[in-house]
């Protein structure tokens, strides 16, 4: 069984240079981030057409991409890989929201004909401007949020990534919630 200092090492060792560390890291990555991608993707709408996998893969080869990040350990590594997939989806749904693309159009598959709705897509972009907005006031809520409801970190995480106690987390988290709450239901 590895352990998050495991993978804090070679974490490490990547950041360092050590192309091979990025090889022994995956293996113990992979749930977590299938874990992330799949609570991402349930979160949209019936019917879409992006799986799982495909957010896994275009996350990796984002995250391999890095050459710029110090990674400071499990929690870090978590957090920015939600970051990349919340703004991967976000394109995603943008992009089949495009006139160019058929715009509001929904594929229905005559084999399974079902109601398909975009409420799913259009509250996560809503949460998106919402988290924008916050971002402009208060960078950390705005972090807290991402790395709680997209990330799926835990209370202990998110103020590791963000050099904080468990209790400013939380309050933050609270606050975030109720403003953006406030924020999407008025506008």
Request: proline share 1%; with cysteine.
């Amino acid at each position: 069984m590895q352990t998050s200092t495991d993978i804090t090492g070679l974490l490490v060792d990547w950041s360092e240079g050590d192309v091979d560390a990025l090889d022994r890291l995956l293996p113990l990555v992979e749930r977590e981030l299938h874990r992330m991608a799949h609570n991402y993707v349930r979160r949209m709408q019936p019917g879409n057409t992006l799986q799982t996998t495909a957010l896994i893969n275009e996350t990796y080869l984002r995250l391999v991409d890095q050459n710029r990040v110090t990674w400071k350990n499990r929690a870090h590594f978590f957090g920015i890989a939600a970051k990349m997939m919340r703004r991967i989806l976000l394109n995603y749904i943008r992009d089949r929201r495009r006139l160019k693309r058929g715009g509001n159009a929904i594929a229905i598959s005559l084999s399974q004909v079902q109601v398909v709705s975009s409420e799913r897509s259009l509250e996560l972009i809503a949460l998106d401007d919402a988290l924008r907005r916050l971002a402009e006031t208060d960078s950390r809520k705005s972090q807290v949020v991402e790395l709680r409801f997209f990330g799926g970190l835990s209370v202990e995480e998110v103020a590791e990534v963000l050099n904080v106690s468990k209790v400013t987390i939380m309050r933050d988290w609270k606050l975030a919630k109720a403003w953006l709450l406030r924020e999407i239901c008025v506008k």
